[in-house]
């Protein structure tokens, strides 16, 4: 392919990522590449208004929780292609990232031609998933909507609270103070229709598949 693209590794080991690099650059001639080992090194270069052709997107990751960090972008950059690259290859867990706006759903153990295949099936603009996988259009649940109601910002606090993060922990990585925690998290019980912090785990646990 000659056209120029920006693509966006986001994967937490090291080896893999670099196994990925040289897979993509032998699939697309010339592409530039970008890289990161969390989702938050991940919202940091996505904030540098990059034009960014692709995301590929790891499940497991540091500061997230399962398909929440797909979740999360999606609110945040709705027009961002984004593939899951996983060595899940649980159906019940690609028909929910489907659900949840993936543009496709890349298994680690995809052989090559079947990986550069696929890249260059979602950078004409096809969604690709494994042949396999019956998608079917569930309609999205009560929950999901609700979960869609929460700020990028609740979304955060939310996700660190199901990493078992305390209120004064949550606040020094935001940098806020533990009254912004508290005043997020009254505004999550409320939106979730939720009565506790155990509560607003389980339904965010409901919403992501066990990986």
Partial sequence: MQAQYTIAIADDHPLFRNALFQSVHMAI?????????????LEKLLSNNIEIDLLLLDLKMPGTNGLSGLHLLRQQYPE?????????ENPLIIQQAHQQGAFGFIPK???????????????KGDPYYPNHIALTPNPISELHNRLNTLTPQQHKVLTMLAN????KQIAYDLTVSEATIKAHMTAIFRKLNVKNRTQAVIALQQMDLSL
């Fill in 164 to 167: 078992g993060r305390l209120n």
């Fill in 80 to 88: 961002l292609p984004i593939v899951i690259i996983s060595a899940s």
């Fill in 109 to 123: 153990s995809s052989s090559m031609p079947d990986l550069i295949s696929a890249l260059h099936q979602v950078l």
């Fill in 29 to 41: 001639g010339g592409a530039s590449l970008l890289e990161a080992d969390s989702l938050e090194s």
